[in-house]
């Protein structure tokens, strides 16, 4: 009977954390470097120093498996896996010094500066073309824009204060209410119809950040672009709700 041969795979992917950074990095490393080298590359992932660190294997319910102590073997020699993690001591290394991300110096560049570099992210897409760089798909949207402001004034000029009114936002419930508001906000730009609910579906009392619209009770408010409103005789609903005896 021929003799079973077991292949492993010659390297393994491990998480590498250190007193100095808790959150780690990946990294694929042979199995057949000598603990010795194998913590020579751990000082350009750690700053920690090839002759005074520690290591400690921790398998993937972070419970600690072992000691990596003798520096002659080999790393393969240990029961290290895929997905564990190898902790880094080392008395040179100060606790949390990679962690703390207001200690790095920060990169910055004012609006003027960022617009005359050419190896940047606008530089590019005005080179291409591309979004509000693109004269063509700029003055679409602003074509578009003015026929939906046009189709919005149209629509405003069918509704009163007082209209019954269906809405038909995508994604939502038809709902049923009265119209108490007609006209541009503080909120947000364009025209918009403040509408008072049947039911509380609403989102407020008629008032928006502090500035009265319309009055009703509170989560009865609602407003809604024109074009999602339909003016018409639009009763109450009943929702075969009977009174108590």
């Known amino acids: ?5 077991i ?22 490393f042979p199995k057949n470097l000598t603990i010795l ?13 090839q002759k005074t660190m520690k290591l400690q294997l921790y398998n993937k319910d972070n419970k600690l ?13 240990y029961p290290i896996d895929d997905g564990m993690r190898i902790h880094v001591e080392d008395k040179n290394l100060t606790a949390g010094e990679f962690d703390d991300v207001s200690k790095v110096e920060k990169f910055e560049l004012n609006e003027e500066e960022y617009a005359q570099r050419s190896d ?24 578009q824009k003015q026929q939906q402001d046009l189709r919005e004034k149209e629509k405003v000029e069918t509704m009163k204060i007082g209209d019954r009114c269906e809405t038909h936002v ?29 039911e509380p579906h609403g989102k407020n009392d008629g008032s928006v950040d502090g500035k009265r619209y319309f009055e009703c ?29």
């Open 65 to 77: 498996v072992c000691l990596i102590d003798d520096d002659s073997a080999l790393l393969g020699s």
């Open 7 to 28: 292949i492993t795979d010659s390297t393994v992917t491990v998480n590498v954390t250190s007193v100095s950074n808790q959150f780690g990095a990946e990294k694929r």
């Open 170 to 198: 995508s994604g939502q419930p038809t709902r049923r209410g009265t119209i108490k508001y007609i006209g541009t906000t503080d909120f947000k730009p364009g025209l918009w119809v403040g509408i008072q609910y049947d």
């Open 1 to 5: 009977m021929s003799g079973v041969q």
């Open 120 to 143: 940047s992210v606008r530089a590019f897409k005005e080179r291409n073309k591309m979004g509000r760089f693109n004269p063509e798909l700029v003055k679409k949207k602003e074509e």
């Open 217 to 245: 009770m509170p989560k009865y408010g609602g407003f809604v672009k024109p074009l999602f409103v339909d003016v018409g005789d639009f009763p109450e609903e009943d929702f075969g709700l009977e009174d108590e005896m």
């Open 37 to 49: 080298d194998f913590k020579g590359k751990l000082e350009l992932l750690t700053g920690g120093h």
